[in-house]
DNA sequence: CCACACAGTATTGTCTACAAACCTGTAGTC
DNA sequence: GACTACAGGTTTGTAGACAATACTGTGTGG
């Protein structure tokens, strides 16, 4: 997720994808304060570089950073949640349609590798890596589609569908399943545009079917909603 | 364009808005070194000031970062000129969507007058102020629809398309014409949402059809094509 | 005369220390 | 008894200095 972050500094981007999977895996829950000087100690480095890591995660909206007040993990609305699907729907569709434009042939196989690895890693349990690599499937498709621009956009669009569906879902589910991402694979490798975007926009709609975007149980996203209510009258 | 990012550090804010100026009216081009101490020197400020606004730029795709190399004004291919614009008319439409989807009355005289300050920096032919309102209308518009997300989406497209209009326009137009925006708004007047959203794409379309897309010459992305040519070859 | 290696210079990356702002708890006053 | 003002402590923001890295120019060897 983190990993492909040019730059001589590794670990910053080590940082940003610890938190990152800590937000994904709900041990950071939203609206947890993240203190600088803590974060420091933890990760054994110099507060700058905990700096720049939050000003990384706050780009990719997974915390908020008020001015003087420090960084908390961000707690998107259902709206947001809502817009970032829609947007994802067209942006990953775009991305399709490009990679299919390309020659693209030796593409399969890497694809297909990584979906062994996403197998592997549910088969064994490992969460973490069972969410990284949901993740990274969609990602690795923007880098086959040779945008740079594209990627960027998708990295910051997964990055805060793994936020909402770490705030969001109704069960334990993971966030993709590997299955739909076989269906993909299959659909790309017939090379049929419309019929591989039209998968790609069932398996986006099926992963936003697992979430409750109906409830209006907020978690808390402002103390004074969660306590007094949208009309501003004492319950 | 910057000036609305949150932050008690006003000054940053301000030097992403000289330098992203300077590059929307080719007063900076694309490939141009931007060392550190000198940018410091000039706003009179710390060197760590600019680099978290260089941090910034960079993520609104306006300036490459090369670590251990410095900064350097963006060069975005034709490619990612035309992904920047397709994905646009997405986000626009759904910007408009979730405008009209709003109760809305109060925001059209908002619109007016935003409008009108268009039309007086045109009219008195004060270019600098034209662009940062050409892009600001349609940042108002995603402000409107009351989604951060959306704004901030658009807000590094309408970044990018500045610099892909600065790169690629074939003549001295402006960004937006205000006529255009003023169609815009009497279609978002009217409440008819399809109808509304395609007005926005027209207009995006023909921003976009005033740009050199169709031609190889990309001025200088790299040395070395620019010297020896794609097939390798001295021509 | 050309190619390679080396050293000097300049620029970026990182860390540590200081100053400013905010929040919390306490004392004083109406 | 409750509200306001103030002080202490904590946390963030900023600046300056040091170390690492990359580029440019010169010298030497083939």
Redesign the pocket.
């Known amino acids: 997720m983190y990993s492909d972050i040019e730059?001589?500094?590794k670990p910053?981007a080590e940082i940003c994808e610890r938190i990152w999977l800590s937000i994904a895996e709900r041990r950071l829950r939203p609206g947890t304060?993240?203190?600088?000087?803590?974060l420091a100690e933890i990760f054994a480095?110099?507060?700058?570089?905990i700096?720049?890591a939050l000003a990384v995660l706050e780009g990719d909206g997974l915390v908020t950073?008020?001015?003087?007040?420090?960084?908390f993990v961000a707690e998107p609305s259902i709206e947001e949640a809502r817009d970032v699907f829609h947007v994802r729907k067209f942006i990953e569709a775009r991305v399709i349609e490009r990679l299919l434009a390309r020659t693209g042939e030796a593409d399969i196989p890497r694809l297909e590798a990584h979906l062994e690895e996403e197998r592997a890693a549910n088969a064994r349990g490992d969460t973490s890596a069972a969410i990284r690599l949901s993740g990274g499937f969609h990602l690795l498709l923007a880098e086959l589609s040779g945008s740079d621009f594209l990627l960027r956009v998708l990295h910051d669009l997964v990055s805060r569908s793994s936020l909402i569906t770490a705030v969001y879902r109704n069960r334990d589910g993971h966030n993709c399943g590997p299955d739909d991402h076989g269906a993909l694979i299959r659909s790309i490798a017939e090379k049929d545009s419309p019929r591989a975007q039209a998968t790609m926009r069932e398996h986006l709609d099926h992963v936003e079917a697992e979430l409750d975007l109906d409830t209006d149980l907020v978690p808390a996203a402002d103390l004074r909603q969660a306590l007094i209510g949208p009309t501003g009258m004492i319950q």
């Open positions: 730059g001589a500094a910053a304060r993240l203190k600088e000087e803590q480095v110099s507060r700058a570089r700096r720049q950073i008020l001015p003087n007040r420090g960084a």
